[in-house]
């Protein structure tokens, strides 16, 4: 007979053996007692199976699952589908969360009768120890249409899934699963999960600890993190449009793209891609110029003045304007037409 838990924590597990101790050990650690630890290991090639093996045959509310190399994304289903808890939250296994992370979303969301409560979030350098601390929230709840506001806008609520704990009802009821093997499918899942809540609370305490490192899929030179941006771009469109909320959420989604863009090339700039690699991103960018972004839709959006110049110069860069050939030659590399 399966024990019955309050809350499951889902971690995937690949390739940290240098953090993941840390990590776990930071859950195991809760003030909240009736819990679950999943830990999802990903087709790891270090040591990381074998130190979650270990601390799974010492605790009893930890369980260990092994996959192929699939991704993040299909690591979290798995674990969705595994979970006994009536909540969910996600930690990255690179990162750690307060003793009274669990305890504090979860006072949090039954006081308020809410369906997903989130905490602030500490950035912590891994080269200089420097934490940082998100936003501080200027609200305490907010209804799925004010959430999803907020998280389009860019503003003090983020689009990761981590730092916050669901009612997995919300992901079982209405089938929000993550895609596989991609990057920043969390905006994808997000948006989903503010969507078919009724209400989300905020506590502006700092209970999850998020590392930045070097090494991060998302901070290395790789040309997937262009494409699987816009990829995700496209999906949170496609769900507004499934859900014929598009023409509500369109200036401030407009805005959402715009915000990523900026990032991308930010990420053009400062990485040493290949030319071959330049030469494809850069029409992907210059695709969604032409199609997508107008100086009447810079002026009606809320970038700051900076980047909105960066944007619409963006064109003009020396350094960024070697990249030639055009958008079509892409088909064979995108398996779907990036239409923002």
């Known amino acids: ?61 930890v369980s260990v699952i092994t996959q192929k190399n699939q991704g993040q994304g299909k ?8 979970a006994k808890g009536e909540y969910l939250t996600f930690v990255d296994s690179d990162d750690w969360v307060s003793e009274d992370y669990l305890e504090k979303l979860y006072n949090s969301l039954k006081d308020n009768n809410a369906d997903i409560s989130v905490c602030n979030v500490a950035w912590v350098m891994e080269k200089s120890n420097e934490i940082i601390s998100f936003k501080a929230f200027n609200f305490s709840t907010l209804t799925s249409e004010e959430a999803i506001n907020e998280l ?36 994808a899942v997000i948006i989903q999960t503010f969507y078919y809540a009724n209400k989300i609370t905020f506590i502006n305490d700092n209970c999850y600890y998020y590392l930045q490192s070097e090494k991060s899929s998302t901070r290395t030179p790789n040309i997937n993190c262009i494409f699987h941006r816009l990829k995700a771009l496209k999906l949170v469109k496609d769900f507004l449009v499934r859900n014929n909320e598009f023409d509500k959420y369109k200036k401030i989604y407009t805005h959402f793209c715009l915000f990523h863009l900026y990032l991308m090339q930010k990420q053009i700039y400062f990485w040493n891609f ?67």
């Open 274 to 340: 290949k030319k071959h690699e330049k030469q494809v991103i850069h029409n992907v960018m210059e695709y969604i110029e032409e199609e997508c972004i107008t100086k009447d839709m810079l002026r009606k959006t809320f970038l700051t003045k900076q980047q909105k110049l960066e944007i619409l110069t963006f064109n003009k860069n020396k350094a960024l304007y070697r990249l030639v050939t055009i958008y079509y030659n892409l088909k064979s590399r995108v398996s779907n037409k990036i239409d923002i």
């Open 75 to 82: 690591a979290r289903s798995e674990g969705i589908k595994q």
């Open 1 to 61: 007979m399966h024990t019955k838990y309050q809350i499951s924590i889902i971690v995937p597990v690949y390739n940290v053996e240098k953090y993941v101790e840390k990590c776990v050990k930071s859950l195991l650690n809760q003030t909240f007692k009736n819990y679950e630890i999943i830990l999802i290991d990903d087709g790891s090639t270090d040591s990381s199976y074998e130190i979650i093996k270990k601390i799974e045959e010492d605790n009893d509310n």
């Open 152 to 187: 389009l806008l860019d503003k003090s609520v983020n689009s990761y899934t981590w730092g916050k704990l669901y009612k997995k009802d919300i992901f079982i009821r209405n089938k929000v699963d993550f895609p596989p093997r991609m990057l920043y499918e969390d905006l």
